[in-house]
Protein backbone atom coordinates (compact mmCIF):
# COMPACT_ATOMS: atom_id res chain seq x y z
CA UNK A 1 0.00 0.00 0.00
CA UNK A 2 0.74 3.71 -0.55
CA UNK A 3 2.28 5.03 2.05
CA UNK A 4 3.41 8.92 2.20
CA UNK A 5 5.01 10.65 5.29
CA UNK A 6 5.37 14.44 6.07
CA UNK A 7 7.56 16.30 8.41
CA UNK A 8 7.71 17.83 10.48
CA UNK A 9 3.76 18.49 11.78
CA UNK A 10 4.05 21.62 11.99
CA UNK A 11 7.02 24.77 11.45
CA UNK A 12 6.81 28.34 12.90
CA UNK A 13 9.29 30.34 10.93
CA UNK A 14 9.30 34.07 11.36
CA UNK A 15 9.17 36.12 8.34
CA UNK A 16 12.40 36.03 6.05
CA UNK A 17 13.54 32.78 7.73
CA UNK A 18 14.09 30.30 4.44
CA UNK A 19 13.15 26.64 5.40
CA UNK A 20 11.95 23.13 3.85
CA UNK A 21 9.56 20.44 4.43
CA UNK A 22 9.85 16.71 3.94
CA UNK A 23 7.43 14.46 2.05
CA UNK A 24 8.83 10.67 2.30
CA UNK A 25 6.95 7.79 0.36
CA UNK A 26 6.60 4.31 -0.52
CA UNK A 27 4.87 3.56 -3.77
CA UNK A 28 4.87 0.51 -6.21
CA UNK A 29 5.54 2.73 -9.32
CA UNK A 30 5.84 6.35 -8.88
CA UNK A 31 3.53 7.86 -11.83
CA UNK A 32 3.75 11.80 -10.28
CA UNK A 33 4.23 13.58 -6.68
CA UNK A 34 1.82 16.42 -6.18
CA UNK A 35 1.95 19.73 -3.72
CA UNK A 36 -1.06 21.33 -2.88
CA UNK A 37 -1.20 24.32 0.25
CA UNK A 38 -4.54 24.24 1.61
CA UNK A 39 -5.94 27.35 4.10
CA UNK A 40 -8.38 26.38 6.84
CA UNK A 41 -11.38 25.60 5.89
CA UNK A 42 -10.96 25.45 2.34
CA UNK A 43 -10.00 22.71 -0.11
CA UNK A 44 -6.68 21.96 -1.72
CA UNK A 45 -4.74 24.26 -4.10
CA UNK A 46 -2.86 22.68 -6.56
CA UNK A 47 0.82 23.65 -6.20
CA UNK A 48 2.83 21.18 -8.61
CA UNK A 49 3.48 17.72 -10.02
CA UNK A 50 6.93 15.96 -9.81
CA UNK A 51 7.08 13.03 -12.14
CA UNK A 52 11.17 12.04 -12.28
CA UNK A 53 13.94 11.87 -9.95
CA UNK A 54 16.23 14.92 -10.55
CA UNK A 55 13.09 17.25 -11.44
CA UNK A 56 12.62 20.44 -9.75
CA UNK A 57 9.19 23.13 -9.51
CA UNK A 58 9.51 26.70 -8.88
CA UNK A 59 6.59 29.21 -8.24
CA UNK A 60 7.59 32.58 -6.37
CA UNK A 61 9.19 31.69 -2.98
CA UNK A 62 8.28 27.91 -3.34
CA UNK A 63 10.75 25.05 -4.51
CA UNK A 64 9.87 21.61 -4.96
CA UNK A 65 12.54 18.51 -5.79
CA UNK A 66 11.93 14.58 -5.80
CA UNK A 67 14.35 12.20 -5.44
CA UNK A 68 13.56 8.09 -5.66
CA UNK A 69 12.19 8.21 -2.08
CA UNK A 70 11.49 11.37 -0.80
CA UNK A 71 10.73 15.47 -2.66
CA UNK A 72 11.48 18.67 -0.60
CA UNK A 73 9.29 21.91 -0.32
CA UNK A 74 11.44 25.01 -0.04
CA UNK A 75 10.22 27.89 1.21
CA UNK A 76 12.29 30.97 0.57
CA UNK A 77 12.28 34.23 2.40
CA UNK A 78 8.41 33.02 3.57
CA UNK A 79 5.81 35.89 4.47
CA UNK A 80 3.25 36.06 6.50
CA UNK A 81 1.14 34.68 3.26
CA UNK A 82 2.89 31.65 3.00
CA UNK A 83 0.94 30.27 6.43
CA UNK A 84 -1.40 27.51 5.20
CA UNK A 85 -1.19 23.54 5.53
CA UNK A 86 1.11 21.78 3.11
CA UNK A 87 -0.15 18.50 1.54
CA UNK A 88 1.78 15.80 -0.38
CA UNK A 89 0.72 13.02 -2.49
CA UNK A 90 1.86 10.36 -4.77
CA UNK A 91 -0.28 8.59 -7.62
CA UNK A 92 1.13 5.30 -8.27
CA UNK A 93 0.98 4.29 -11.91
CA UNK A 94 -1.28 1.95 -12.08
CA UNK A 95 -3.46 3.78 -9.81
CA UNK A 96 -5.69 7.28 -10.33
CA UNK A 97 -6.67 8.00 -6.80
CA UNK A 98 -4.10 10.09 -4.54
CA UNK A 99 -2.35 9.30 -1.74
CA UNK A 100 -1.93 12.13 0.88
CA UNK A 101 0.43 12.65 3.92
CA UNK A 102 -0.63 14.28 6.96
CA UNK A 103 0.41 17.63 6.06
CA UNK A 104 2.98 20.41 7.82
CA UNK A 105 1.00 23.52 8.99
CA UNK A 106 3.35 26.02 8.30
CA UNK A 107 2.83 29.94 10.32
CA UNK A 108 4.78 32.51 9.50
CA UNK A 109 5.57 35.69 12.08
CA UNK A 110 6.00 38.91 11.09
CA UNK B 1 -12.31 30.49 -15.55
CA UNK B 2 -14.73 28.52 -13.32
CA UNK B 3 -13.33 25.75 -10.65
CA UNK B 4 -15.28 22.93 -8.83
CA UNK B 5 -17.85 23.80 -6.54
CA UNK B 6 -20.00 22.01 -4.08
CA UNK B 7 -22.77 22.17 -2.56
CA UNK B 8 -23.87 22.81 0.26
CA UNK B 9 -20.72 24.36 2.18
CA UNK B 10 -21.86 22.76 5.74
CA UNK B 11 -24.49 20.92 6.52
CA UNK B 12 -25.55 19.76 10.05
CA UNK B 13 -27.95 16.57 10.20
CA UNK B 14 -28.81 14.34 13.29
CA UNK B 15 -27.46 10.86 13.40
CA UNK B 16 -29.37 8.06 11.18
CA UNK B 17 -30.79 11.11 8.80
CA UNK B 18 -29.77 10.82 4.99
CA UNK B 19 -27.57 13.68 3.11
CA UNK B 20 -26.57 14.41 -0.35
CA UNK B 21 -23.57 16.14 -1.35
CA UNK B 22 -23.49 18.05 -4.96
CA UNK B 23 -20.09 18.62 -7.28
CA UNK B 24 -19.84 20.22 -10.25
CA UNK B 25 -16.34 19.72 -12.12
CA UNK B 26 -14.35 21.95 -14.21
CA UNK B 27 -16.04 21.76 -17.47
CA UNK B 28 -14.61 19.12 -19.86
CA UNK B 29 -12.99 17.29 -16.71
CA UNK B 30 -13.64 13.62 -17.56
CA UNK B 31 -12.81 12.39 -14.04
CA UNK B 32 -13.98 13.28 -10.67
CA UNK B 33 -13.18 12.03 -7.73
CA UNK B 34 -14.33 12.25 -4.18
CA UNK B 35 -11.94 11.99 -1.05
CA UNK B 36 -12.62 12.95 2.75
CA UNK B 37 -10.67 14.66 5.02
CA UNK B 38 -11.28 14.37 9.20
CA UNK B 39 -8.89 17.03 11.30
CA UNK B 40 -4.86 17.03 11.31
CA UNK B 41 -5.41 14.20 8.33
CA UNK B 42 -4.82 14.67 4.28
CA UNK B 43 -7.45 13.45 2.07
CA UNK B 44 -8.81 10.09 1.72
CA UNK B 45 -9.66 8.64 -1.61
CA UNK B 46 -13.41 7.42 -1.56
CA UNK B 47 -14.28 6.68 -4.99
CA UNK B 48 -13.90 8.14 -8.66
CA UNK B 49 -15.66 8.60 -11.72
CA UNK B 50 -14.60 8.58 -15.30
CA UNK B 51 -17.49 9.82 -17.40
CA UNK B 52 -20.56 8.69 -16.11
CA UNK B 53 -18.85 5.45 -15.41
CA UNK B 54 -18.15 4.65 -11.21
CA UNK B 55 -14.02 2.72 -11.73
CA UNK B 56 -13.28 2.86 -8.08
CA UNK B 57 -14.50 2.14 -4.53
CA UNK B 58 -12.61 2.51 -1.64
CA UNK B 59 -12.94 0.09 1.25
CA UNK B 60 -14.08 3.28 3.11
CA UNK B 61 -16.86 3.77 1.45
CA UNK B 62 -19.47 1.05 3.27
CA UNK B 63 -22.60 0.42 1.59
CA UNK B 64 -24.22 3.17 3.34
CA UNK B 65 -22.42 5.36 0.69
CA UNK B 66 -23.59 5.82 -2.48
CA UNK B 67 -22.36 8.32 -5.17
CA UNK B 68 -23.44 8.98 -8.80
CA UNK B 69 -22.66 10.86 -12.02
CA UNK B 70 -25.34 10.63 -14.44
CA UNK B 71 -24.47 11.76 -18.02
CA UNK B 72 -20.83 12.46 -17.33
CA UNK B 73 -21.49 15.72 -15.56
CA UNK B 74 -22.47 16.99 -11.84
CA UNK B 75 -21.86 14.11 -9.31
CA UNK B 76 -23.84 13.48 -5.97
CA UNK B 77 -23.04 11.82 -2.64
CA UNK B 78 -25.22 10.32 -0.44
CA UNK B 79 -25.08 9.36 2.99
CA UNK B 80 -28.07 7.37 4.37
CA UNK B 81 -28.28 6.83 8.30
CA UNK B 82 -25.40 8.94 8.81
CA UNK B 83 -23.51 8.29 12.14
CA UNK B 84 -21.29 10.72 14.06
CA UNK B 85 -18.33 8.92 12.92
CA UNK B 86 -19.34 10.22 9.29
CA UNK B 87 -18.42 14.09 10.35
CA UNK B 88 -15.55 15.24 8.18
CA UNK B 89 -14.63 17.33 5.03
CA UNK B 90 -16.02 15.98 1.73
CA UNK B 91 -14.09 17.33 -1.08
CA UNK B 92 -14.60 16.85 -4.82
CA UNK B 93 -11.89 17.37 -7.58
CA UNK B 94 -11.49 16.95 -11.22
CA UNK B 95 -9.12 16.20 -13.66
CA UNK B 96 -8.32 15.61 -17.60
CA UNK B 97 -7.19 12.42 -17.13
CA UNK B 98 -4.48 11.75 -15.21
CA UNK B 99 -3.41 15.41 -15.10
CA UNK B 100 -3.40 17.35 -11.88
CA UNK B 101 -6.50 16.79 -9.66
CA UNK B 102 -8.26 20.29 -8.87
CA UNK B 103 -10.61 20.84 -5.53
CA UNK B 104 -13.44 21.74 -4.67
CA UNK B 105 -13.93 24.48 -1.79
CA UNK B 106 -15.63 20.77 0.28
CA UNK B 107 -18.70 20.34 2.11
CA UNK B 108 -18.37 20.05 5.94
CA UNK B 109 -20.74 17.66 7.40
CA UNK B 110 -21.42 17.55 11.05
CA UNK B 111 -23.11 14.59 12.68
CA UNK B 112 -25.10 15.59 15.90
Redesign the interface.
Known amino acids: EDQ?TQSPEALRLQEGESSSLNCSYTVSGL??L?W?RQDP??????LF?LYSAGEEKEKERLKATLTKKESFLHITAPKPEDSATY?C?V?AAND????????TTVTVRA | DTG?S?DPRHKITKRGQNVTFRCDPISEHN?L?W?RQTL??????LT?FQNEAQ??K?RLLSDRFSAERPKGSFSTLEIQRTEQGDSAMY?C?SSIL?N???????T?LTVL
Open positions: VRGFYGKGPEFTLAQYKLSFGAG | VQRYYGQGPEFYLESLANEQFFGPGR
